[in-house]
């Protein structure tokens, strides 16, 4: 499931309220040094895109591929459609190359 950036951020206002305030969700997650308070304020209030550290403690990240910002707790779905169309033996054989290729990962 994809998120937009307001999302993701009401998402950690829920977290902070949660935790009792930014330093204590800042500790419980592991982001002690000072400079995390700046980054997580920063976010929080759409100065700045949320870093990924931020994101990881939310149980989000940002798909490197389209840039964006998925639940990493909802799986991927595994289904795949493939339509080919095919002639001859030369192209039912590239049709057969295409989908084991497109299903090998």
Same mark, same amino acid.
């Given at each position: 499931? @994809?998120?937009?950036? +307001? =999302?993701?951020?009401?998402?950690?206002?829920?977290? #902070?309220? *949660?935790?009792?305030? =930014?330093?204590?969700?800042?500790?419980?997650?592991?982001?002690?040094?000072?400079?995390? =308070? @700046?980054?997580?304020?920063?976010?929080?209030?759409?100065?700045?895109?949320?870093?990924?550290? #931020?994101?990881?403690? #939310?149980?989000?990240?940002?798909?490197?591929? @389209? *840039?964006? #910002?998925?639940?990493?707790?909802?799986? +991927?779905?595994?289904?795949?459609?493939?339509?080919? =169309?095919?002639?001859?033996?030369?192209?039912?054989?590239?049709?057969?190359?295409?989908?084991?290729?497109?299903?090998?990962?």
């Amino acid at each position: 499931m @994809t998120l937009s950036p +307001r =999302q993701a951020r009401l998402r950690l206002a829920r977290s #902070i309220e *949660d935790a009792g305030g =930014q330093k204590a969700w800042r500790l419980r997650n592991g982001l002690v040094e000072n400079y995390w =308070q @700046t980054a997580v304020s920063k976010g929080l209030h759409a100065k700045v895109p949320l870093r990924a550290e #931020i994101l990881a403690a #939310i149980g989000l990240r940002v798909n490197p591929n @389209t *840039d964006e #910002i998925e639940d990493v707790a909802v799986p +991927r779905s595994s289904f795949r459609f493939v339509a080919v =169309q095919a002639s001859g033996e030369a192209g039912v054989a590239a049709a057969l190359a295409m989908i084991s290729a497109a299903f090998s990962d």
